[in-house]
């Protein structure tokens, strides 16, 4: 054979081997998905699962206990009779299941626009203790509607209301409540003030 025609031949062979050698490097370069194998890997951890709550149970408060919420609960409002400037706001527990008010110790009321900060507390009247409802039992809480500006008692500042707005946690919605087929009743949310829930009647005279 000419010499020209095998140099010809070994540089053709020499070339295929050179294609077959950088096709094998280029596969074991890639995994499947086409990510070379030199690149960095991030672990993807999968999205968090929120917690269930399809056995309809309510929120626990600090305690550990269910927390009272306004689906388990009725609330009724009304002029005290022969108590100047003083409502009375109560709470039935109607649902199966007992609930406490560890989360939130007084009711947030609202009176006017929802966006004004809830009537202030009276701090003395905390209970020595939480206050929890049993089913078909009721909670207290007194609202001190004015203060007196003059010796008659007389205020000037407020207006007359029939409904107001009551949260029973600092985020939630307010639950509007009627009063109980009276008269409006006068209140000035500058000077209002509401206790903390009482577990009696009886320790709502004080205020």
Not at 89 to 117: E, I, K, M, W
Not at 131 to 160: C, E, F, M, Q, W
Not at 166 to 175: D, E, G
Request: proline share 11%; glycine share 8%.
């Amino acid at each position: 054979m000419p010499i020209t025609a095998l140099a010809t031949i070994r540089r053709a062979t020499a070339a295929a081997l050179l294609v077959t050698a950088t096709l094998a490097l280029t596969a074991g370069c890639h995994d499947g998905a086409g990510h070379q194998a030199g690149d960095p890997v991030t672990a993807v951890s999968p999205a968090p699962v929120p917690p269930s709550h399809d056995d309809g149970a309510p929120p626990t408060g600090p305690d550990g206990r269910a927390s009272c919420t306004p689906e388990m609960l009725k609330f009724q409002a009304g002029a005290m009779p022969r108590r100047a400037h003083r409502m009375l706001l109560t709470v039935t527990n109607f649902s199966d299941r007992p609930c406490t008010f560890a989360a939130q110790p007084y009711p947030l009321l609202h009176f006017g626009d929802d966006r004004r900060a809830p009537l202030p507390a009276i701090g003395a009247s905390a209970p020595p203790g939480v206050v929890s409802l049993a089913p078909n039992r009721t909670a207290y809480a007194l609202i001190i509607t004015s203060a007196a500006h003059g010796p008659d008692g007389s205020h000037h500042r407020g207006g007359k209301v029939s409904q107001f707005g009551v949260a029973l946690s600092a985020r939630a919605t307010p639950t509007q409540v009627g009063l109980d087929g009276r008269a409006p009743v006068h209140v000035d949310p500058h000077t209002a003030r509401v206790t903390y829930w009482q577990s009696s009647l009886a320790a709502t005279r004080k205020w």
